[in-house]
């Protein structure tokens, strides 16, 4: 299933739902992206999902600063390295 970017920041906004939730979510469906690519699946799928996990480390930043940032930096790092 494709998230948008609007219902990421749904995610985020749930007054109900703790931090930790929503973050293990966030997770859950950056995991569940990749669980659903597979070893021929065209570059534009893959760079979709490295693109939308992304966004879906800013989102986590925003709930956990330092979480957030040493998922992004390990991106970073990764796209760093081919």
């Known amino acids: 299933m494709l998230y948008s970017e609007k219902d990421l920041e749904k995610i985020h906004d749930y007054k109900t739902w703790s931090d930790r939730k929503k973050i293990d979510e966030l ?3 950056d995991c569940d992206m990749y669980a659903n690519l ?3 699946s ?3 799928d ?7 996990s992304r966004k879906i480390y800013r989102i986590i ?4 600063q330092d ?6 930096m390990h991106m970073d790092k990764k796209d760093d390295n081919g």
Do not use: C, F, H, Y
Request: charged share 40%; glycine share 8%.
């Open 27 to 29: 997770l859950r469906i």
């Open 42 to 44: 065209p570059k534009k």
């Open 67 to 72: 979480m957030g940032t040493q998922l992004l």
């Open 46 to 52: 893959r760079e979709s999902a490295r693109v939308n």
């Open 61 to 64: 930043k925003r709930i956990d």
């Open 38 to 40: 597979g070893i021929e």
